[in-house]
């Protein structure tokens, strides 16, 4: 099994969120697409599932039909009441609609890719190439051989990506893999240099990063003034604070997610300086909270979801299956 990544950030099923006590409205997503990486299982004669971050089973898991099938003809087979891992492109309403991975066990909700945005391998021989800020690094380690491509072309046409520089090439299609363990992917893969073929399976890596979402607002109607939170795949945020006037103060920067799995926004406004220069949030039941305290943006102030994941955003632009 290609043993990547899973993401310690909840995957909420909401509708978008408007501001607090504000006259203006949030931009519209570009798809009402949202994304879940979780567990499912059978238990009371009911198809359950929970995010990787929920300790709650929630019953009855909406999908269209192929999908309930495919899910239940699969855990048939699995000892009653554990629960597989699962990952789904979903709707705004919460039903799945597009199977990404299915296979694997908890474990695999807490393994992790820092920064990955795609990865692909397969076991025999053992392979592994990873996506990471346009740069691709293959590596065969049955072969100890690697490949590092710092700026690979990209092409893609319909159903097919591919990164290729000096003579190698990783190709991804949307088709069904499954690798030797039995896991099923919607991503298959193959990478050639030479006279060498490597044949796998793909999927998507630091979700931790990618399923953000990319709105973030705070809803609290005893605030002065309502947050919206902007983040943006080249890893620039917006970041806006609206009286109940309506009127906005920007501030921006860039953001990354730490090993700990909070969100720290930096700011380049020259208006903010010393210990005023950052933000840590925490992710707790889909809300973003506020750590530290700063001077401007006090502390504790929760902010919730849109329904867009930034990985949509990456999808779209098809830079990514």
């Known amino acids: 099994m290609l043993e990547l990544p899973v993401l310690n950030k909840t995957l909420p099923l909401l509708s978008l969120l408007l501001l607090a006590g504000c006259s203006s409205t949030p931009s519209q997503p570009i798809s009402a697409q949202t994304y879940f990486r979780g567990l499912v299982r059978i238990a009371d004669n009911q198809l359950q599932y929970r995010s990787c971050d929920q300790a709650n089973w929630r019953s009855e898991i909406q999908g269209v039909a192929s999908i309930r099938e495919r899910l239940l003809d699969r855990l048939l087979s699995a000892p009653l009441g554990v629960g597989i891992y699962l990952e789904a492109w979903g709707d705004a309403q919460g039903r799945l609609t597009e199977l990404q991975m299915l296979g694997g066990d908890i474990a695999t909700c807490r393994f992790n890719l820092d920064g990955i945005e795609?990865?692909?391998?397969?076991?025999?021989?053992?392979?592994?190439?990873?996506?990471?800020?346009?740069?691709?690094?293959v590596h065969d380690s049955t072969r100890l051989r690697s490949w590092q491509l710092s700026s690979p072309s990209f092409k893609q046409s319909a159903n097919r990506w591919s990164w290729s520089a000096e003579g190698t090439r990783l190709t991804v299609k949307t088709e069904a893999c499954r690798d030797a363990l039995g896991v099923e992917y919607a991503l298959s893969a193959q990478?050639?240099?030479?006279?060498?073929?490597?044949?796998?399976?793909?999927?998507?890596?630091?979700?931790?990063r990618n399923l953000l979402k990319r709105h973030y607002y705070s809803r609290d109607s005893t605030l002065l003034r309502q947050f919206a939170l902007e983040l943006q795949v080249d890893d620039r945020f917006d970041l806006s604070l609206i009286d109940?006037?309506?009127?906005?103060?920007?501030?921006?920067?860039?953001?990354?997610?730490?090993?700990s799995g909070e969100l720290l926004l930096r700011f380049s406004d020259e208006r903010l300086r010393g210990s005023g220069k950052s933000l840590r949030f925490k992710s707790e039941e889909g809300a973003l909270r506020l750590m530290n305290q700063h001077p401007v943006f006090g502390k504790g102030t929760r902010l919730y979801p849109g329904v867009e994941p930034l990985l949509s955003t990456l999808r779209l632009s098809q830079t990514i299956p």
Do not use: M
């Not at 990478?191 to 931790?208: K, M, P, S, V």
């Not at 109940?244 to 090993?259: A, F, I, M, P």
């Open 244 to 259: 109940r006037k309506g009127e906005t103060e920007r501030y921006q920067g860039s953001w990354q997610v730490l090993k």
């Open 191 to 208: 990478f050639t240099a030479g006279q060498t073929q490597l044949n796998g399976c793909a999927r998507y890596g630091d979700l931790q």
């Open 118 to 137: 795609l990865r692909a391998g397969g076991l025999n021989p053992v392979w592994y190439a990873d996506l990471r800020d346009g740069a691709l690094v």
